[in-house]
């Protein structure tokens, strides 16, 4: 069974800085998907960025990119210029890339909690 | 705004209990994942159906329950409930079955309380 683990409880970043979140998965399986989802205190899960696993370039969104090293099965999530609307929990999560069944749902780590001072 | 309803938002009840709750996906997607949020296990899977069939399980209870109805709209039902089944439960919703790298779009979420 595939497992992620943040190892990360909490992280504080200042404002307008850099902050990179660690996720490490375990899987026996060679395509995915991994993705970094954001929930703010109003507890809406909100996708951030994906990365699949076949890709070599790392993904990047706007501020947000990932560092993905698939031989170590390390994703990190790097936020640059970080803003106060930053703050929230950080979820890293596995999805396999397998068609049907429950290869579809989505395995989460416990997440970190990220802090953005002003 | 995902697209996804779910409701109700807060749910209080008493222990042995049973509750129902509503989730709607957005237009046009046809699979439904539901997820459990506890403070002890983090974020579980708990079952998915695709256009009205159960898919997958996950971690979930006998106790529990879910069914997808033809107009798409899916319901979790969770009875004889315990104090730990206080959680926050989320709908997500997927266009398709057989595309992964699509994203699923999650509901705000419904707060079950048990006291």
């Known amino acids: 069974a595939q497992t992620v683990t943040q190892s990360q409880p909490e992280m504080s970043v200042q404002e307008a800085e850099t902050v990179t979140l660690s996720c490490t998965y375990d899987?026996?399986?060679?395509?995915?998907?991994l993705f970094w989802y954001k929930q703010p205190p109003s507890r809406q899960m909100i996708l951030v960025i994906r990365?699949?696993?076949?890709?070599?370039q790392n993904a990047t969104e706007n501020r947000f990119s990932v560092n993905f090293q698939k031989a170590a099965k390390s994703f990190s999530l790097k936020i640059s210029d970080s803003q106060l609307g930053d703050a929230a929990m950080y979820f890293c999560?596995?999805?396999?890339?397998?068609?049907?069944?429950?290869?579809?749902?989505?395995?989460f780590g416990k997440g970190t909690k990220l802090s953005v001072k002003p | 705004d995902s697209g996804v309803t779910q409701t109700p938002k807060h749910l209080i009840t008493a222990t042995g209990q049973r509750v129902t709750l509503r989730c709607s996906p957005r237009s046009g997607d046809l699979s439904v994942y539901w997820y459990q949020q506890s403070l002890d296990q983090g974020l579980q899977f708990l079952i998915q159906?695709?256009?009205?069939?159960?898919?997958a399980k996950g971690n979930i209870l006998e106790r529990f329950s879910a069914q997808q109805f033809p107009d798409l709209h899916s319901e979790l039902n969770l009875s004889s409930l315990e104090l730990g089944d206080s959680a926050l439960y989320f709908c997500?919703?997927?266009?398709?079955?057989?595309?992964?790298?699509?994203?699923?779009?999650f509901g705000p979420g419904t707060r079950l309380t048990v006291l």
């Open positions: 999560a596995y999805r396999s890339a397998g068609y049907g069944g429950s290869q579809g749902n989505l395995i």
């Open positions: 997500a919703s997927s266009v398709d079955l057989y595309v992964p790298r699509n994203e699923q779009f």
């Open positions: 990365q699949e696993a076949y890709k070599q």
């Open positions: 899987t026996s399986e060679s395509d995915y998907y």
């Open positions: 159906y695709y256009n009205g069939e159960e898919r």
